[in-house]
């Protein structure tokens, strides 16, 4: 059973930063693509960064130049550092991974943790 735990949300001033991980548990796998989702209250779910298994990124035009997606295979982990937040970053951020276990696909996500850019 693969689990995705998520942690580094909350409360954060315009112009601030903030880091969230991301960790996925479990054994008998391996990880393709990760990336980061968000969805803030009455808007539809929407792709913030991804980043596949080789490393290449790709992000949401509304967060190039402030945000940055990483990852580390060997920790099953991936990263977004968030920098010059502002208040329409505000939502709820969800990891997704496309792991891979013998020769089928699957899409897990994790629980979300909460993001909210305010003075």
């Known amino acids: 059973q693969v689990q995705l735990v998520e942690s580094g949300g909350g409360l954060v001033q315009p112009g601030g930063s903030l880091r969230l991980s991301c960790a996925a548990s479990?054994?008998?796998?391996?990880?393709?693509?990760m990336g980061w989702y968000r969805q803030a209250p009455g808007k539809q779910r929407e792709l913030v960064a991804g980043?596949?298994?080789?490393?290449?990124?790709n992000y949401a035009d509304s967060v190039k130049g402030r945000f940055t997606i990483s990852r580390d295979n060997a920790k099953n982990t991936v990263y977004l550092q968030m920098n010059s937040l502002k208040p329409e970053d505000t939502a709820v951020y969800c990891c997704?991974?496309?792991?891979?276990?013998?020769?089928?696909?699957?899409?897990?996500w994790g629980q979300g943790t909460q993001v909210t850019v305010s003075s």
């Open positions: 980043i596949t298994s080789g490393g290449s990124t």
């Open positions: 479990g054994s008998g796998f391996s990880i393709n693509a």
């Open positions: 997704n991974a496309r792991i891979v276990a013998g020769i089928s696909e699957y899409d897990y």
